[in-house]
C-alpha cells in the first residue's frame, strides 16, 4: 500500500479492497490523515459495508433514527420519519449505518437518498452528537462525474491558534439548534425530517468545540449550520468569535482538499474534526448517486464506540433519558399541528 500527500488528504495506491490484507492498516491511516481518497476501488456496497462493520468497527446511527426505526419510540407522530427512513436504506441488510445520497425518487415519488439537488453547505454528520470519532465511506456509484465534494480537515489550522484563541478554543461548549435545514437550502420536507433527527434532535444539545481522533489528534468540531451559540457567550459574541476563527485559521486553501468524482471512486472521512461540502449543483433529473456507510473505529481501537450519554442543556443523559425527551416533544409538536 503506497500513501501520496494530497491538499490536507493523502491518496493511497496499489491496495485491493477485496482482500483484507491492507484493510487494519487502511483504518488506522484514516483514522489520523482524516481525508483518504481510494481512486478505482472497485468494489461492491456490500464490501464497502463489511470493510467498515467487520474490520473498522460498529455502525454508527443517529440516535433517534436507530430508536425509530427499532420503534423503540413510536407512535402517530413517528410514522412520517419511520417512512421517511426506509426509502433511504438502500438494502435492509445494511441499513444500519447505510444509506443512499441520491436524488433520484422511488415509484412513490419519495427520494431515495438523503439529499436532493443543490449544493450543501459546510457539515458534518451528527454535528450536536459528542461522541467518540466516526468514520464515513462515501463511494462514488454511478452518474457523480462533473460534481466535487470539499473536505476540510480542522487538525492543521488548530495546530496555528494563537495562545489567547486556543485558551478560548479549548474551554468553549457550543450549542445547537434546528435552523429547519439551510445546510441545503432545497430539502423538501421528507428530507428535512431525516436531517433534523440527525442533526438536532433538541434544542440546547451541547459538545465541547475540541474534539479529537482515535488517534488523539486534536482538532476543532466547527459549528456551521444549526449553530446557535456557545454557551456562556451572547448569540452575537458567537458568531461574531465562530466568524473569527473560520477567516483566521480555517478557510485557507492549504486546509480544503477537493474531490472531482469519477465513478468507483471513495473517499474516507472522519467525522469529528472534519467538516464537507458540496460546492457543485447537482441538478433535477441527475442520476448521481453515492453510498453512505459511517461506523465507529472500536474494532481497531477498542473502548472508542459510542459514548453511553448525550450533553444536553448542561447535563448528561443517557440514551433512554434523551429518547424519551426528544418523544415528549415530538408528540407535543404533533398534537399541536392536529389542533391548528
Not at 49 to 63: M, P, V
Not at 85 to 101: C, F, H, P, Q
Not at 230 to 258: A, C, P, R
Not at 284 to 293: E, H, K
Request: with cysteine; aromatic share 8%; proline share 2%.
Amino acid at each position: 500500500m503506497q500513501v501520496k500527500q494530497l491538499n490536507n488528504a493523502v491518496q493511497v495506491k496499489d491496495i485491493d479492497l477485496n482482500k483484507d490484507d491492507d484493510i487494519a492498516e487502511l483504518g488506522k491511516l484514516i483514522a489520523h490523515e482524516c481525508v483518504v481518497l481510494v481512486d478505482k476501488a472497485n468494489i461492491t456496497e456490500r464490501r464497502l459495508f463489511d470493510i467498515h462493520t467487520e474490520h473498522w468497527g460498529s455502525a454508527s446511527r443517529a440516535l433517534i433514527h436507530k430508536y425509530v426505526g427499532e420503534q423503540r419510540i413510536s407512535g402517530r407522530h413517528w410514522r412520517k420519519l419511520l417512512l421517511n427512513l426506509s426509502y433511504i436504506a438502500n438494502d435492509e441488510d445494511m441499513k444500519e449505518g447505510m444509506t443512499r445520497v441520491s436524488f433520484k425518487l422511488n415509484d412513490k415519488g419519495k427520494p431515495t437518498g438523503i439529499f436532493t439537488n443543490g449544493e450543501l453547505d459546510w457539515h458534518s454528520d451528527q454535528q450536536s452528537t459528542y461522541d467518540n470519532q466516526r468514520v464515513i465511506g462515501l463511494m462514488a456509484l454511478d452518474g457523480t462525474k462533473n460534481s466535487q465534494t470539499t473536505f476540510l480537515c480542522t487538525a492543521p489550522a488548530y495546530e496555528t491558534l494563537d495562545h489567547e484563541d486556543k485558551t478560548m478554543v479549548d474551554e468553549l461548549i457550543t450549542v445547537w439548534n434546528w435552523d429547519g435545514g439551510k445546510m441545503g437550502g432545497d430539502l423538501i420536507d421528507d428530507q428535512q425530517e431525516i436531517v433534523r433527527y440527525n442533526m438536532t434532535p433538541l434544542p440546547n444539545m451541547q459538545c465541547p468545540l475540541v474534539d479529537q481522533t482515535c488517534t488523539g489528534r486534536k482538532g476543532i468540531k466547527f459549528p456551521s449550520h444549526c449553530f446557535s451559540h456557545f454557551s456562556g457567550m451572547t448569540v452575537e459574541d458567537s458568531q461574531k468569535f465562530k466568524q473569527h476563527l473560520w477567516d483566521k485559521y480555517l478557510n485557507k486553501d492549504e486546509y480544503i482538499y477537493t474531490q472531482d468524482w469519477e465513478d468507483g471512486q471513495i473517499v474516507f472521512m472522519d467525522q469529528n474534526i472534519t467538516l464537507h461540502a458540496r460546492p457543485t449543483n447537482v441538478t433535477a433529473g441527475s442520476t448521481r448517486t453515492m453510498s453512505r456507510i459511517i461506523t465507529y473505529m472500536d474494532k481497531l481501537y477498542p473502548g472508542q464506540g459510542q459514548k453511553e450519554e448525550v450533553m444536553y442543556e448542561g447535563k448528561l443523559y443517557n440514551h433512554e433519558e434523551f429518547a424519551k425527551l426528544v418523544d415528549d416533544q415530538r408528540k407535543r409538536e404533533f398534537e399541536a399541528a392536529l389542533a391548528a
